[in-house]
């Protein structure tokens, strides 16, 4: 099974809720949005996409920035085709070591997760 | 190390978010509402401990009641000294479950939780 099958067949599974220093949260929900935001390079289409409110995805999103201390997303406007959203550099960083803790702990926790779903009957 | 210290130093850190089947969601708000209950032996006292109130740690204890199909809280009322809370054998097992998957994640995720420190500045 590959890392990216394990990702598919798991990621439902565990999901980590990371801390950074005092200030910073890493959940699943900044993630996605994240996500969505560098696919649908909107920070309106992917908040419409989660079933949020545009300004709760901003405010995520300035969570992190104020974090951090640099923005994770980048918007652009005017030009052709209107306006765009991006992940800057940090925000590519923090989606690409979140998957990869994601994808970790759910091979790890195996035995855990086998003794939770036992559990649920 | 020990795993104790481990956990009294690195919970704080990465926790996790399990998914069990369609339906049962183990979130950090859920565990330690359950750790409370089991301290305090009172889900009003476990509620104002989080700061929360009382209709939504009910909620929250509910919603893993419907979701296991069994309560991870008894209740009792009367009898000397009031009524009590605690957990079922599903819920202690719940916790136990859940912090061993905790302990060791923050384990073998040091590399990616130093990468991300790191990103922190």
Redesign the interface.
Known sequence: MTERDLRTAEA??????????ET?T???GKIDLLKHVESTRSISAAARALGMSYKHAWLLIDSLNQ???RPVVTTATGGKGGGGAALTE?GR??VE??G??EA??NV??QT??Q???R???
């Open positions: 439902t599974m565990l999901r980590p809720r990371v801390r950074i220093g910073i890493l959940d699943p974090g951090f201390g940090l960083q923090l070591h979140y990869a803790i970790r702990l790890n926790a855990e997760l003794a939770l779903r559990l649920a009957g």
